[in-house]
């Protein structure tokens, strides 16, 4: 296969698409411009053996159009930022899995997510994130970190790379320098950091180093602006990509962009000139997730860069050519063929270790003893939204009040995402007379009404119970009396622990690792 200039570009780009069989619009991209990776969403997964007929399908596009295979990419974090359907084994919450007590279990949730990836044709997961969460208003990281230190991060963030190994796929630590000191999405704007070399190299990039030690495969860049390191964000950087990951802390794996389509570069920089600007930054891999057609123009427009560039000039042929060894020594190290599917029972026995994983993360909060529901109790409290843009878009059949009534009795009270007098009003109405108040929050640290209500609920002097369904920062402070659970994520598979845990079947005994102080 030639390998031209265009051929090197495709090499670098990674592309998301609509559908969950190859479209056509896709296979003449893949043509044109020799696209050699793919990155996958839950839009794309239906089942186990659609997914399994899909990668198989994009690695024959791909191999007989660039003599390479792909890169198969998917975000399988676990918990509240996952791709895959209930008929895999799902890991918790990051956050939950190092509540759960043990690095142990972080790799076993990586052995498992590697070993479900695996069997399906995936062969990359962009996992695990390595943001310490040191500011409890974050909107995108929270449950999705280890904990809010650089140690726990380190020691459950390394133990989930060497799962992923295990298990079979490629790993890669995000989001570098780090996106847990922000209070703004970067898919929705840009958010700026104002922190020197020393201090992100006494926290933020700690555990990026020992992420490096322990053999990572590739590091994803963050689209934020690190105001005393460079004028651009850290996706565009050369400062932050060669000079500091690069050449002082000594990463010699893959650098991936973070979709180029976030508003963060998106509005302020536009997409495809982003992409080129990453590229001559130093990002190995180009992620363009959402469209066909930015996917092109950023291809063009790193051609047009190229092109134009002297050799050994930033954005030039060498390093061009540099950043495709990279790629193809990384594909030379894929198995050269598809690993069997799991059989049921493989599959069952997965999920029941994720369970397991899962019911020992749910953690007691505060001093209350855990009350009894008694014959009438009350679960109230909202459906989940959508925190992040890189969560899944909502699933509207899931309830807590509505599945806690299912599985335990009582009476359902479903809530707006962030309550006003109006609603907390009816919810204290509500409550006449019931045998205990179990409310979920969800976000309530950031949707305020909220807390109001959980506020209103403990001084009626009844039983009552506090279950938060993402961040524990909502069990800040708790009303005397009433009993916190953190849970750490809004699934089926968290309610189906919380509801048995509340039923008496286990005693939950997760760990916080996060402070929780509270504020105003």
Not at 258 to 268: L, Q, R, T
Not at 444 to 467: E, F, N, W
Request: hydrophobic fraction near 45%; charge should be negative.
């Amino acid at each position: 296969m030639k390998q031209d200039l265009v051929w090197q570009v495709g090499q670098r780009m990674m592309v998301g698409f609509s559908g969950t069989e190859v479209p056509p619009a896709l296979r003449d991209l893949v043509r044109r411009y020799k696209i050699g990776n793919v990155i996958l969403f839950e839009e794309n997964v239906e089942s186990r053996a659609q997914l399994r007929s899909l990668c198989a399908g994009l690695q024959a596009v791909i191999l007989e159009e660039t003599g390479q295979p792909a890169l198969i990419a998917i975000d399988q974090e676990g918990g509240v930022v996952s791709r895959l359907k209930r008929d895999c084994a799902v890991a918790p919450s990051a956050m939950a899995v190092a509540a759960a007590g043990t690095p142990e279990g972080a790799e076993q949730a990586g052995r498992i997510t590697g070993e479900e990836l695996a069997s399906l044709g995936v062969n990359f997961d962009l996992a695990p994130v390595l943001d310490v969460n040191s500011n409890p208003d974050n909107p995108v990281i929270g449950a999705r970190s280890y904990g809010d230190t650089p140690e726990a991060v380190c020691a459950y963030g390394t133990a989930m790379i060497r799962g992923l190994r295990g298990g079979g796929v490629f790993s890669c630590a995000k989001h570098f320098p780090g996106h847990g000191d922000t209070a703004m999405d970067s898919h929705l704007g840009l958010p700026r950091v104002d922190k020197s070399l020393a201090v992100l190299e006494s926290c933020e990039l700690v555990p990026f180093a020992a992420a490096i030690d322990a053999g990572v495969d590739a590091i994803m860049t963050t689209h934020i602006l690190f105001s005393q390191l460079d004028e651009v964000p850290a996706t565009m950087s050369r400062r932050i990509l060669t000079d500091i990951l690069r050449e002082r802390m000594g990463f010699a794996g893959l650098i991936v962009s973070d979709c180029m389509m976030m508003d963060a570069i998106a509005k302020e920089y536009g997409s495809a000139a982003g992409g080129a600007a990453a590229a001559a930054a130093g990002v190995d891999l180009i992620c363009v997730s959402h469209s066909l057609e930015t996917a092109e123009q950023t291809c063009e427009a790193i051609l047009a860069q190229t092109r134009t560039r002297s050799e050994r000039e930033p954005g030039g042929r060498v390093e061009m050519a540099a950043s495709v060894e990279r790629i193809l020594a990384c594909k030379a190290r894929l198995p050269k063929f598809l690993p069997p599917e799991a059989d049921a029972a493989q599959v069952r026995a997965r999920v029941a270790q994720m369970r397991a994983l899962r019911e020992a993360s749910l953690t007691p909060v505060g001093d209350a003893a855990r009350p009894s529901l008694g014959a009438h109790p009350l679960f109230i409290g909202c459906c989940p939204f959508r925190t992040t843009l890189a969560s899944n878009p909502v699933n509207r059949t899931v309830s807590f009040p509505k599945e806690m009534q299912a599985r335990l009795g009582g009476m359902a009270l479903e809530t707006p995402v962030d309550p006003g007098p109006v609603d907390i009003a009816a919810a204290v109405r509500a409550s006449a007379g019931c045998s205990c108040i179990v409310l979920c929050t969800y976000n309530g640290h950031v949707k305020r009404g909220q807390l109001a209500m959980l506020r209103a609920l403990a001084a009626q002097g009844l039983p009552m119970i506090a279950v938060a369904l993402r961040d524990p920062y909502d069990l800040c402070g708790l009303p005397p009396g009433v009993y916190g659970l953190a849970a750490y994520e809004y699934s089926a598979e968290s309610l189906e622990a919380v509801a048995r845990a509340l039923r008496g079947g286990f005693e939950p005994r997760g760990r916080l690792s996060v402070r929780l102080e509270a504020r105003a």
